[in-house]
């Protein structure tokens, strides 16, 4: 029904930015709040950020708040990740994902992308 697609990962120096790119095909984009999760090796998958169907609502995870920002353009079918002052702890393969409503819970999340791989040097 929907497919998930990320871009814009790779290998940067620790204080750098990023900007990661979520593109939805197959279903209607607006009905979707939207999440970005993380999995570093190792470790579970761990919720980054999400924004409701709209826009209007935000929410992160302590460890990235101040430093991300989550944002959506319906009529690109597009959820973006904005990625300031990077931490080597930040590394970590990013996934996007699609709820019908916005929840930090990665069991609500029907829709998966293939992850897109980010790596912060130090």
């Known amino acids: 029904q929907v497919q998930l697609v990320e871009s814009g990962g790779g290998l940067v120096q620790a204080g750098a930015s990023l900007r990661l790119s979520c593109t939805a095909s197959?279903?209607?984009?607006?009905?979707?709040?939207m999440g970005w999760f993380r999995q570093a090796p190792g470790n579970e998958r761990k919720f980054v950020a999400v924004?409701?169907?709209?826009?209007?609502?935000?929410s992160y995870a302590e460890s990235v708040k101040g430093r991300f920002t989550i944002s959506r353009d319906n009529a690109k079918s597009t959820v973006y990740l904005q990625m300031n002052s990077l931490k080597g702890d930040d590394t970590a393969v990013y996934y996007c994902?699609?709820?019908?409503?916005?929840?930090?819970?990665?069991?609500?999340?029907?829709?998966w992308g293939q992850g897109t791989q980010v790596t912060v040097s130090s």
């Open positions: 924004i409701s169907r709209t826009g209007g609502t935000t």
């Open positions: 197959g279903g209607s984009f607006s009905n979707y709040a």
């Open positions: 994902a699609a709820s019908g409503f916005a929840t930090t819970r990665d069991s609500h999340y029907h829709y």
